[in-house]
């Protein structure tokens, strides 16, 4: 069993920062990838910022420049520091890990809500 749990979401005002953080814990060998995906009301979940264990990063077009994700392959930990939000930004914010316990499966976690308003 393999748990996600995200912290570090709020309430910031346009052009402010926020940090999340997601920790993966329990019974498993690796965790290949670490990603941040958002979900807006009445929009698709959508992938915002991943990170291969190499540190290899790739990031959605919205988000260049203004996000950064880093990862802690020793303590299984990946964060999000982003700069610069802006009202289209507001979403739940969904912590993702592929692991490896008997094979490789997908792990969420329960979400951090952002909100980006004056």
């Known amino acids: 069993q393999v748990q996600v749990v995200e912290s570090g979401g709020g309430l910031v005002q346009p052009g402010g920062s926020l940090r999340l953080s997601c920790a993966a814990s329990?019974?498993?060998?690796?965790?290949?990838?670490m990603s941040w995906y958002r979900q807006a009301p009445g929009k698709q979940r959508e992938l915002v910022a991943g990170?291969?264990?190499?540190?290899?990063?790739n990031y959605a077009d919205s988000v260049k420049g203004r996000f950064t994700i880093s990862r802690d392959n020793a303590k299984n930990t990946v964060n999000l520091q982003m700069n610069s939000l802006k009202p289209e930004d507001t979403a739940v914010y969904y912590c993702?890990?592929?692991?490896?316990?008997?094979?490789?499966?997908?792990?969420w976690g329960q979400g951090t809500q952002v909100t980006v308003s004056s």
């Open positions: 990170i291969v264990n190499s540190g290899s990063t």
């Open positions: 993702y890990a592929r692991a490896f316990s008997s094979g490789w499966s997908d792990y």
């Open positions: 329990g019974s498993f060998f690796s965790i290949n990838a």
